[in-house]
């Protein structure tokens, strides 16, 4: 780690100043990324503001036909929410298959989406789910907020508040995990939402994306048979040493029709 | 049996402090003045380079930046391989020099170039980055064949085409004339992929001078203090040996990666004297993965030659062994003694020719892991073997069966230079095959079928060399060392006693096993014995731990100590119960006297032994302590049949072990539960060599699994629950009977695993690691070669 300056501001507006004023800040969620990323010597920051002491910024809640999660929520507590499993348990899933046990207590799901790892599991939920994200200037539609290998629509000190997730009819979520990290190589999101289905796929792309093909198949009939021969195209997909494009291609179509049907057998 | 007694499953009285976090690693020490290092370490894989040192050497708290220059100035040696193989041509082994520090040409990513010291473990890193390293890249090669090609980058002058050697062994005419007579040959091409030791401690030195003393002190992370002691000394010539002491305290696993004498400790060792004060320095995982040595790394062309009953006429195999950059300490003997020889299998096989190139690349240096040479040689063996059962329609088993060597055959003399001592081969595979329900295969494959899964049962037969090694056969060999082990029995007055043996427990369970051993032979309660191990002042000299070696080797040193130790009782109970010493027998603790009630326990003979008062110092010395050496008489050869099952998920390729059965002959078994856990251990790292690990290059020789993001170790769900059993054929030439049990599951798992995948898939177009995109392509260019 190289020397930083350590703030632990204890409101939003100490925070934005904090980050405001620093030549290179950075805030800390539950340092995940962060921290390892600073242990290898790979960044180099000038201020760190640990959002952990700014109240209310965590927890799960209900907000009419959504649950809107903290940003500072950890992945754990998501996944044994009472309210997140009895009204998205997709996404209660989704939480629970995230690293290990440390890192399920210790990681956000703010931190998650501004970091935006293609292999990370959330933005399939973002995307999926039609979620909202809301930070201390706006919201911002989940379809909009991925924008490229570790890329946000966030701007420059705007820091995530929480993430509304709108309460689908049915939804599931199928991850095939790298064998060594254990991210996602492909994570498919499926929902049949009160705006139709989505189908929202993390890990095989720059960023998660919608497979527009297999929503409208699915549309018509919600059943794994449906999207059978929907082929998802490799071109422009990840590729690396544990998968080609075209095995990730092939993935994106197997975990597709595994979530249809958890979320048709749910 | 006595209930801490030979035999019995003794938790490990290790395990507390382990467990509690109150072990003593080499990074728990911390030395009054203590400096921390860090090294500037090659980015490319090839390249000349000059170091511009200057403004690290004026960063805050920076002690010294050493250069390869100054080590040379200094007159010291290079790093060396300590066994001389010699080629089919007669020479030796181009062994290119391994300097400490690179002086002017790195060789493989994460070579080192400079060490920088400071007060703070950060300041050294903070300094390392500011030395200016200015490279000239030199073209580099990574595969092997390519290094072999005309026009391939030369890595070393002194090895021209980037050959280390091409040797062999076998009698390649009697092969040729066995494939002539074949009825059938079965042809295989297989990888042996290279692998990533990662302990689960990493590698650690601190490395302290003494000006007053001209004493220093290299406290490390190693399974041979003594031989660290030995090179550093005879070879490096940082410090006389008599002027040299070691410390290995506890060290949280090594796997063959900590036997080897590398850059980091030498150089560290040697920077503490030039600054006059203690240095340390610990790898953090990134390092790891590129300044360890690796493992594996073999490309083979195998043929095997059947008659028309399936009887295995000739081997031939065929091998490129990948040595890295420089020859690591012991890297020349693993492709080839430990390779070759085992060739044979447990079968009868005819005739048999192997012969293998050891080939230069620009990667970190391959060396020893795990079973070393052997899980290569079975993977090669039972691959074969397999497939040559498949092609004939004779069922796996049966194949198997048919080709043992016989059990009243032995000792067995092989085609490749070995005499096996003992075995049953036929025993273990009936006994594994029962156990894992292998008439039952077929219904359990049809109801997979059904649920849309590939199911494929596997076997592997393996054997191995281990107790390694007689002397005077690795010395005919080119070894440059003894590989006898020591061991010392104190007794102190109070009658509890101190074990010193020259072995190094890293994970084996010594501090359990050895106790359970001495207090079984010398009666002497459990609790009263402690041994002491890892610290060349406090132990005789001792070669150390690998090759499943401690118990058949270092065990039976102690065995020889413990009779000196009995004899020596022996004299002083005849004098104290006036007796002749002929007359005085030896049992559970008590020397009596044949035909009276007279008796004495070996803690009052030991206190006597201190408190000689009336003794006849002409004829009894004081005192009872005794050292034995042992140099093994052969190998030990511990041999058994894994059995493997495995589904498929032909949608993924994902490959799930779903059944494990192990039936291992260790000889006699001291403590079944370490060796029960000995052999999940193995296994589970067989399991991670056959679907997990893979360690990659790009061409270029930039490592492309440079962390756990990349590399798949094996995890606990990853494994699939085992079935252990034994049998047993005592080893007959060393005292316990024991054979060794370290290495086996890492030897016979890989080819078991693969052999249960190709079954399933009905391919063996595949490699290890079979990671499901591995099998996902498998299965893939299999359909369309169907259609
Ligand atoms: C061993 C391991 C395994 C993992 N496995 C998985 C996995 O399987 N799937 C998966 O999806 N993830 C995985 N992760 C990632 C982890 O779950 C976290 O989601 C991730 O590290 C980011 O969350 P964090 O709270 O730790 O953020 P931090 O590391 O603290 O921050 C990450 C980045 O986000 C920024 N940031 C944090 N909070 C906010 C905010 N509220 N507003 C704006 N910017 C913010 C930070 O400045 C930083 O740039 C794994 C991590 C580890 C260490």
Redesign the interface.
């Known amino acids: 780690m190289y020397a930083f300056n350590y703030h632990r501001p204890e409101t939003l507006e100490a925070a934005s100043a904090a980050l405001a004023a620093a030549a290179d800040g950075q805030v800390l969620a539950g340092g995940q990324t962060l921290i390892p990323t600073l242990k290898q010597r790979l960044a180099n920051p000038s201020d760190v503001i640990d959002l952990g002491g700014i109240a209310g910024l965590g927890g799960v809640r209900r907000e009419g036909d959504a649950i809107v999660v903290g940003a500072m929520t950890r992945h754990a507590e998501v996944a044994s929410s009472a309210e997140v499993r009895n009204a998205i348990p997709a996404l209660a899933a989704l939480a629970d298959c995230i690293g290990d046990p440390q890192v399920r207590n210790a990681g956000t799901i703010g931190g998650s989406i501004a970091n935006a790892d293609p292999a990370a599991d959330y933005p399939a939920a973002v995307v999926g789910l039609g979620a909202t994200v809301r930070t201390g200037r706006r919201t911002i539609a989940g379809d909009d907020f991925f924008t490229g290998l570790f890329e946000t629509a966030l701007e420059e000190g705007e820091i995530v508040l929480s993430v509304s997730f709108p309460v689908p009819r049915r939804a599931a979520y199928a991850k095939f995990p790298n064998p060594a990290s254990r991210y996602a190589v492909v994570g498919v999101m499926v929902a049949e939402t009160a705006s139709g289905v989505r189908v929202a796929v993390t890990g095989a792309g720059g960023h998660a994306f919608r497979v527009g093909a297999m929503e409208s198949a699915l549309g018509a009939s919600f059943t794994p048979e449906a999207i059978r021969d929907v082929a998802v195209s490799p071109d422009g997909l990840n590729e690396d040493i544990h998968a080609s494009a075209e095995y990730r291609a092939h993935l994106v179509g197997v975990m597709a029709r595994r979530a249809v049907a958890a979320a048709a057998g749910g | 049996m006595a209930e801490n007694g030979i035999g019995a499953a003794v938790p490990r009285t290790e395990d507390h402090r382990f467990l509690t976090g109150t072990g003593d690693y080499t990074d728990d020490t911390n030395l009054p003045h203590q400096t921390y290092a860090a090294f500037v370490r090659s980015t490319h894989p090839h390249a000349t380079f000059t170091l511009d040192t200057s403004a690290a050497a004026a960063a805050p708290g920076v002690v010294a930046v050493l250069t390869g220059a100054d080590f040379a100035a200094d007159g010291k040696g290079s790093l060396i391989c300590g066994w001389a193989v010699t080629g089919k041509d007669g020479e030796p082994h181009k062994a290119p020099p391994h300097p400490v520090l690179a002086a002017d040409t790195v060789r493989h990513v994460g070579d080192a170039m400079a060490i920088v010291v400071a007060e703070s473990a950060?300041a050294a890193?903070?300094a390392a980055?500011q030395v200016e390293v200015d490279y000239s890249p030199l073209p580099a090669v990574a595969s092997m064949r390519e290094a072999l090609a005309d026009g391939a980058p030369q890595i070393h002058a002194e090895a021209p085409g980037n050959l280390c050697y091409d040797w062999e062994i076998g009698d390649r005419a009697a092969t040729d004339e066995a494939f002539a007579r074949a009825h059938h040959v079965t042809r295989l091409d297989l990888v042996n992929n290279r692998l990533i030791p990662n302990a689960m401690e990493p590698r650690a030195a601190i490395g302290d001078y003494n000006p007053a003393s001209g004493n220093y002190t290299l406290r490390l992370t190693s399974q041979n203090p003594h031989v660290h002691r030995l090179v550093l000394a005879a070879f490096v010539q940082i410090a006389p040996e008599h002027k040299l002491h070691v410390i290995a305290p506890d060290v949280g696993g090594g796997f063959g990666s900590k036997i080897f004498i590398y850059q980091e400790e030498t150089a560290v060792l040697w920077a503490a004297g030039r600054i006059g004060r203690p240095v340390k320095w610990t790898a953090d995982r990134?390092e790891s993965f590129v300044a360890d040595a690796h493992g594996r790394d073999h490309e083979s062309h195998v043929e095997l030659a059947l008659d028309a009953d399936g009887r295995f006429l000739g081997l031939r195999v065929s091998t490129l062994a990948n040595m890295g950059a420089y020859l690591s300490t012991f890297a020349s003997c693993v492709p080839s003694y430990l390779y070759g020889t085992l060739m044979q299998g447990q079968y009868t096989t005819g005739a048999i020719y192997c012969e293998v190139k050891a080939v230069f690349t620009n990667t970190t240096p391959v060396d020893a892991l795990r079973g070393a040479g052997r899980p290569e040689a079975t993977y090669v063996v039972e691959r074969i073997v397999d497939r040559a059962a498949h092609e004939t329609g004779i069922d796996p088993a049966e194949l198997r069966r048919r080709n043992f060597i016989p059990s009243d055959a032995f000792p067995y003399p092989t085609q490749v230079a070995l005499e096996y001592d003992s075995g049953n081969y036929a025993l273990a595979l009936d006994r594994a095959l029962e156990l894992a329900d292998y008439a039952g295969f077929d219904a359990r494959r049809a109801e997979a079928g059904a649920r849309g899964k590939l199911r494929g049962i596997g076997l592997s037969a393996y054997i191995e060399a281990c107790g390694i090694a007689p002397s005077q056969v690795v010395g005919s060999l080119g070894a440059g060392v003894g590989l006898w082990e020591s061991g010392g029995i104190r007794f102190n007055p109070t009658g509890n006693v101190l074990v010193y043996t020259g072995s190094h427990s890293h994970g084996q369970g010594h501090e359990t096993t050895f106790a359970q051993l001495v207090s079984d032979y010398l009666g002497v309660p459990f609790e009263n014995v402690e041994v002491v191990h890892g610290d060349t002042e406090k132990t005789p000299f001792g070669m150390g731990t690998y090759g499943s070696r401690s118990l058949a080797v270092g065990g039976s040193a102690l065995v020889k100590a413990m009779d000196k130790v009995i004899a020596k009782g022996r004299k002083i109970a005849a004098f104290s119960l006036e007796a002749s010493e002929e007359d005085v027998e030896f049992s559970g603790g008590d020397f009596t006297v044949a035909g009276t009630d007279k008796r004495m326990n070996i803690a009052e003979v030991a206190f006597s032994a201190y408190v000689p008062h009336n003794y006849p110092l002409d004829e009894l010395e004081p005192g009872l302590e005794e050292t034995g050496f042992y140099d093994p008489a052969n190998f030990t050869f511990p041999a058994g049949t894994h059995v493997c099952e495995v589904e498929v998920d032909p949608?993924?390729g994902v490959t799930e072990i779903v059944n494990w059965v192990a039936v291992d002959d260790f000889g006699n078994v001291i403590n079944p539960m370490i060796v029960e856990g000995q052999v999940h251990g193995g296994v589970a790292h067989g399991i991670g060599q056959a679907l997990?690990e893979?360690c990659?290059y790009d061409a270029g020789g930039q490592l492309?699994?440079g962390s756990?993001?990349?590399?798949?170790?094996p995890r606990a769900d990853d494994l699939p629950d085992m079935t252990v059993d034994t049998t047993c054929t005592p080893c007959p030439h060393n005292p316990l009977g024991v054979k060794g049990c370290g290495e086996a599951g890492a030897i016979a798992a890989p080819a078991a695993v693969m052999n249960a995948v190709t079954h399933a898939l009905g391919t063996s177009a595949i490699d290890m690691p079979a990671?499901?995109?591995a099998v996902?392509?498998a299965l893939g260019s299999q359909s369309q070669a169907r259609a």
């Open positions: 950060r890193r903070d980055e990134s949608e993924t997990l893979g990659t492309l699994t756990f993001m990349d590399y798949t170790m990671t499901p995109q996902w392509r």
